[in-house]
């Protein structure tokens, strides 16, 4: 079956970018959908078909996909990005990654 | 505006049947896939089933194929989740998930989901 391999923690100062990865063989090839998720509540998609942004999400989120990994951008990180970030593919079903917990310092 | 309602999440005995039910509003229901993702407390999301529109197909993840069946009544805007012989590794939140667009495999909407715990 198909693996998606995310960092457990990622660590940024307010006002820089952070960076999460998705690694899975030949990603690329397909479409990666990220979604954030805050403490106690439900996920919320931030970036679909691998950088394309759906309406009221900030210009600060964007993605990218080619070869092996995925990337999350955030930059200009606040306080409020703080959350679980979850990576999704389609692979005969669908696959989430680990998740990855982005620490605001 | 959209919603998704979990309910039927309960404390049942492993080997125990549960049906969870989510209703949904807001959208053309007939119109969208539906899924069911769980968590287990303090871990991350899986997958676990999916039904098209029309109820024609279902798939669903190799840890619950030939004990949960999905099904959904688009005259009651409504989506199921038949889960039987019930093991204490599908102790999570289940959520109601709507598909972004027609039968896609992204969600746009999530309910809050309901708490189903297998245990002794």
């Known amino acids: 079956s198909y693996v998606l391999t995310q960092p457990p923690s990622v660590s940024v100062a307010p006002g820089k970018t952070a960076r999460i990865t998705c690694g899975g063989n030949n990603i690329g090839s397909k479409s990666v959908h990220w979604y954030q998720q805050k403490p106690g509540q439900a996920p919320v998609l931030v970036v679909y078909?691998?950088?394309d942004r759906p309406s009221g999400i900030p210009e600060r989120f964007s993605g990218s996909n080619s070869g092996n990994t995925a990337t999350l951008t955030i930059s200009r990180v606040e306080a409020g990005d703080e959350a679980d970030y979850y990576c999704?593919?389609?692979?005969?079903?669908?696959?989430f990654g680990g998740g990855t917990k982005l620490t605001v310092l | 505006e959209v919603q998704l309602v979990e309910s039927g999440g309960v404390v049942v005995q492993p080997g125990g049947s549960l049906r969870l039910s989510c209703a949904a509003s807001?959208?053309?229901?007939?119109?969208?896939?539906m899924h069911w993702v769980r968590q287990a407390p303090g871990k991350g999301l899986e997958w676990v089933s999916l039904i098209s529109w029309d109820g024609g197909s279902t798939y669903y993840a190799d840890s619950v194929k030939g004990r949960f069946t999905i099904s959904r009544d688009n005259s009651k805007n409504s989506l199921y989740l038949q889960m039987n012989s019930l093991r204490t590794e599908d102790t999570a939140l289940y959520y109601c998930a709507k598909s972004r667009y027609g039968g896609s495999y992204l969600f746009d909407y999530w309910g809050q989901g309901t708490l189903v715990t297998v245990s002794s």
């Open positions: 999704q593919v389609w692979d005969s079903g669908v696959v």
């Open positions: 078909d691998d950088s």
């Open positions: 807001g959208f053309t229901f007939d119109d969208y896939t």
